[in-house]
């Protein structure tokens, strides 16, 4: 790591929707000292809700909608967490914030255990390699037993298991956790209450636990952590770092149990900013040129500004505020006057940022999902995708004197990645794919918040969408003449086709052998 550089931390948090990741990025939060009250972080208004959820929808539904960054400093390390939608309308959005991590904190709820997002979303990070610690959530309800979670992560995931923290009780009988590394017990002054005492059990051990809790819960745990600790792996921080294993902390982030011992053990054992793949080759993290790439753009952040910030995770150099980079994409450069860091709203210009930050660069609409920028290389960072949309639309506009409105919308969200949007070679009328129901509703929500826009949709008769390469532009030419009423174009002016089945995707992709029918288009 280059000598300007304090040491980074750069990690997102992956769960099932209702997990407890909103609860716990706000104790990590606490923890860091970067908020200090949990639960009741006053906005404008007196609303109380977290500090990573903050547009409207969201605040309406509950969910995590979009990916927020929060930087802050723990133990000398600067730490930048990286807050992904939870809803499993939104695994595109959520595969990109992936693409800027180097690690990840995945989410368990101790009553539920492996659900399928949170399968989705361990699957991108395999692909990537990205080590994971899981928490297992929600110990002070009743949930199932942790022996049958450790062997679910264990058999569905295929990792090895390192526990790390063991429950002592659950649910009304919850009293703590057990840090195995330090011989701690952790607890309350109130029964059933939040984490407020540490008990040093080094001199005692386990048996300690005998004197702290009931006969019955303390033979119990006793019994179970000689079990596990002969059962699972020792903690290996290589196999942590190659991916092959995951340390596990049972916890509750509501109360606060397990919430320190994961914030040390990130601070301890989580990876420095990794080498990013790019093409024509893998930029190291110790280079001293400037390099970087955007994960996400949020448009419209400050409500009094029709503003565009771009996230941009940087993979080498010391950036300097004022200084020129060039965007790779349309060979220009730019002067980033104004970088930001956030803690959700709040943001700040900062004067300078190493790799694993991520910045903020405001921008009109000049840059987009997927852009490299470097000082003067013409490098083009990899593996940022954008899927074909499953749920394909036509937009119909209640007022049709407000088209430039409605197209301005459009190409905004578009450039966020929240929605796709085609235009077709015959009729007006804008078609718009995404990934997930949901997504319509935001597309509705914001257009009326943001834009002052009423928008409806219309059923199409297609099921999906795939862009098209030919070598042969004569083959595509009459392969798109024949089909004129299912071709569309997307923003960057690549063919798109619209299939009415899975059946006819097939069909037509046999019957033209010439033609690539893609499903995933790489950005960059």
Not at 65 to 81: A, K, R
Not at 184 to 205: H, I, M, P, Q, R
Not at 391 to 406: A, E, N, P, S
């Amino acid at each position: 790591m280059s000598s300007h550089s304090k040491r980074r931390r750069t990690f997102a948090i992956i769960s099932h929707p209702d997990a407890g990741k909103t609860t716990l990025t706000e104790k990590l939060l606490l923890a860091g000292g970067a908020i200090h009250m949990a639960g009741a972080v006053k906005t404008r208004g007196d609303q109380r809700r977290a500090r990573s959820d903050w547009m409207k929808i969201e605040q309406d539904r509950g969910i995590s909608v979009t990916s927020s960054v929060m930087t802050f400093e723990y133990q000398g390390l600067i730490c930048n967490l990286l807050d992904t939608p939870g809803h499993e309308d939104f695994s595109e959005d959520t595969y990109r914030t992936l693409t800027a991590v180097d690690s990840a904190i995945m989410v368990i709820d101790a009553a539920k255990g492996i659900e399928q997002q949170t399968r989705k979303l361990f699957e991108v990070c395999r692909l990537r390699d990205i080590p994971i610690i899981t928490y297992i959530n929600k110990l002070d309800r009743e949930g199932r037993d942790a022996f049958e979670l450790l062997d679910e992560i264990q058999e569905t995931l295929t990792l090895d298991i390192a526990p790390m923290v063991w429950p002592i009780g659950m649910g009304t009988d919850f009293r703590g956790c057990y840090d195995l590394s330090r011989d701690e017990f952790l607890t309350s002054d109130v029964s059933g209450g939040a984490f407020n005492k540490t008990v040093d059990c080094k001199d005692t051990g386990l048996a300690g636990l005998g004197e702290l809790v009931s006969e019955n819960i303390a033979s119990t745990a006793i019994e179970n952590i000689e079990l596990a600790r002969e059962a699972y792996s020792d903690f290996d921080a290589e196999a942590y770092q190659a991916g092959y294993l995951t340390p596990v902390i049972f916890g509750s982030a509501l109360k606060g149990y397990g919430v320190k011992s994961l914030i040390d053990l990130i601070a301890a054992e989580a990876p420095d900013p990794r080498p990013s793949p790019a093409e024509p080759r893998t930029v190291q993290p110790e280079e001293d040129k400037v390099t970087g790439f955007v994960f996400k753009v949020q448009a419209n952040m400050d409500k009094n500004h029709r503003d565009r910030v771009a996230f941009m995770r940087l993979c080498s150099g010391h950036f300097r505020r004022g200084m020129k980079i060039k965007q790779v994409r349309t060979g220009k450069d730019l002067m980033v006057h104004s970088p930001i860091m956030f803690l959700a709203q709040d943001r700040e210009i900062v004067a300078d940022a190493a790799p694993g930050d991520v910045i903020g660069i405001p921008n009109h609409g000049t840059v987009r999902v997927g852009d490299t920028f470097s000082e003067g290389e013409d490098l083009r960072f990899t593996g940022i995708p954008v899927f074909a949309p499953e749920i394909l639309r036509r937009v119909r506009l209640g007022d049709t004197t407000r088209i430039k409105q409605l197209r301005g919308a459009l190409e905004d969200l578009a450039e966020e990645g929240l929605i796709q949007v085609f235009k077709p070679s015959l009729g007006a009328n804008w078609v718009v794919g995404v990934v997930g129901v949901l997504q319509l509703d935001v597309l509705k929500d914001r257009a009326r918040n943001e834009y002052r826009i009423e928008i409806d949709f219309e059923g199409l008769p297609y099921e999906l969408a795939c862009w098209l390469r030919c070598e042969d532009h004569k083959v595509l030419e009459t392969f798109m003449t024949g089909q004129r009423n299912a071709i569309v174009t997307d923003r960057d002016g690549d063919p798109v086709f619209l299939a009415k089945s899975e059946w006819e995707y097939n069909y037509l992709k046999d019957k033209n052998p010439d033609i690539h029918f893609l499903k995933v288009k790489e950005l960059g």
